[in-house]
């Protein structure tokens, strides 16, 4: 021991032994019971929370697999910074002071700034926490404009804390005034300004969006010539899925500057299309025909809330038409179509009971039998 103190009094004057034991204790506490403190600490937050919001559906397993790992390296942070406060830096290696640039400035700069960056970590950690509470009560709920506003203002709240942690970093840390750094990019920031336009133009419309209700998550809409599900709005973009299957993120700004048509609002879908019937149909058998099917669409349990229109409607120029339209009484858009094909299945059985052919789209060319026999029996 006398050796070491000796060793320290010739390259480290001003510490003792007992100065490197501590130093050394700490470090391996801090390394070796970094996870379970971060346990602890997660585990006593949780009951802190739980208390306030009172949520039984949310586990404290849950809350340690989101909050554990970064409050693990803010403990460990804490602890290397009291292990190295025991040491006494020499005044003989003339190392500049911490205020002036030099190796302990750049080393108390680094420290501070892994500090604040666990530190903000953990705080996102534990708003995502807070998503999920807030997620699984407005599950309980029939309305769904707090299923979409719960990722919203998790994203928003997230980009706000990750924006102050930089402004913290940058005027606290590094000492750096950041209305001058702003004021003194001149064309600079401009340029930023006008990069940034779009994004804030995005910003603004998700507002506009919330606060209108013209759609929420899970309607049907379409938008120009696309038409699919809302998945996610958030304060940027709307994630659409598609009918075929793809996901489509369209900007917020774009989605407000635009016509936009809310399907799941429909109380009716509407079906319109024509019948062509040979032309060699009868009045008679064409009246029957009219009446059969609107008696279907009357009686029908998903039509006959409103009535449809079934009509002798134009000579066509080889076929008899029949203008077809009835509202079936769904907002599903594959409820409505298997309505639709039970109907157009029950009209195609009705023509046919009637001994009517529906109409061909192939002309037929009648020959004269003197064409024929002038020209040897063969027409060409």
Same mark, same amino acid.
């Given at each position: 021991m006398e050796q070491f103190q000796d060793f320290l009094n010739k390259y480290l004057p001003g510490n003792n032994w007992l100065n490197f034991l501590g130093f050394f204790c700490i470090l391996i506490t801090g390394t070796l019971f970094r996870r379970f403190i971060g346990k602890k600490i997660s585990q006593l937050t949780f009951g802190i929370v739980r208390s306030f919001s009172r949520e039984n559906d949310v586990t404290v397993q849950?809350?340690?697999?989101?909050?554990?790992?970064?409050?693990?390296?803010?403990?460990?942070?804490? =602890?290397?910074?009291?292990?190295?406060? &025991?040491i006494?830096?020499? %005044?003989?290696?003339?190392?500049?002071?911490? %205020?002036?640039f030099g190796l302990r400035l750049i080393f108390l700069r680094g420290y501070k700034s892994l500090l604040i960056l666990a530190l903000t970590w953990a705080l996102?950690?534990?708003?995502?926490?807070?998503?999920?509470?807030? +997620?699984?009560?407005?599950?309980?709920?029939? %309305?769904? =404009?707090?299923?979409?506003?719960?990722?919203?203002?998790?994203?928003?709240?997230?980009? &706000?804390?990750?924006?102050?942690?930089?402004?913290?970093?940058?005027?606290?840390?590094?000492?750096?005034?950041?209305? +001058?750094?702003?004021?003194?990019?001149?064309?600079?920031?401009?340029?930023?300004?006008?990069?940034?336009?779009? !994004?804030?133009?995005?910003l603004i419309a998700s507002f506009t969006i919330f606060m209108d209700g013209s759609f929420v998550v899970g309607d049907a809409v379409q938008i120009g010539t696309m038409t699919g599900d809302v998945e996610k709005i958030g304060?940027?973009?709307?994630?659409?899925? +598609?009918?075929?299957?793809?996901?489509?993120?369209?900007?917020?700004?774009?989605?407000? %500057?635009?016509?936009?048509e809310n399907l799941t609002q429909r109380e009716f879908r509407r079906a319109k299309y024509t019948i062509r019937l040979d032309v060699g149909t009868t009045s008679e058998q064409l009246t029957e025909v009219i009446k059969d099917i609107q008696d279907v669409i009357d009686v029908h349990e998903f039509t006959?809330?409103?009535?449809?229109?079934?009509?002798?409607?134009?000579?066509?120029?080889?076929?008899?038409?029949?203008?077809?339209?009835?509202?079936?009484?769904?907002?599903?858009?594959? !409820?409505?179509?298997?309505?639709?094909?039970?109907?157009?299945?029950?009209? =195609?059985?009705?023509?046919?009971n009637h001994r009517i052919r529906f109409a061909s789209p192939i002309s037929t060319v009648h020959l004269k039998n003197d064409f024929i026999n002038n020209s040897g029996g063969n027409p060409l």
């Open positions: 849950e809350f340690v697999a989101l909050l554990g790992r970064p409050l693990e390296y803010v403990f460990l942070l804490v =602890m290397v910074f009291f292990a190295f406060d &025991l006494h830096i020499p %005044s003989q290696w003339e190392l500049a002071h911490p %205020s002036e996102v950690r534990f708003v995502k926490f807070l998503a999920i509470v807030f +997620t699984r009560r407005a599950e309980r709920t029939e %309305s769904k =404009m707090d299923d979409q506003l719960v990722p919203f203002v998790k994203d928003l709240l997230i980009v &706000l804390i990750v924006i102050i942690a930089g402004l913290v970093i940058t005027g606290k840390v590094f000492n750096i005034d950041v209305a +001058t750094l702003i004021t003194g990019l001149g064309i600079g920031g401009i340029a930023i300004a006008l990069a940034a336009r779009e !994004t804030l133009e995005n304060f940027r973009s709307t994630r659409i899925r +598609t009918v075929d299957g793809s996901l489509v993120t369209v900007p917020n700004r774009l989605i407000v %500057s635009q016509v936009l006959k809330n409103k009535p449809g229109v079934i009509r002798f409607d134009a000579f066509g120029d080889q076929s008899f038409d029949v203008l077809v339209i009835y509202f079936v009484e769904t907002r599903d858009i594959r !409820t409505f179509n298997r309505i639709k094909e039970e109907i157009n299945f029950k009209i =195609m059985q009705i023509v046919l």
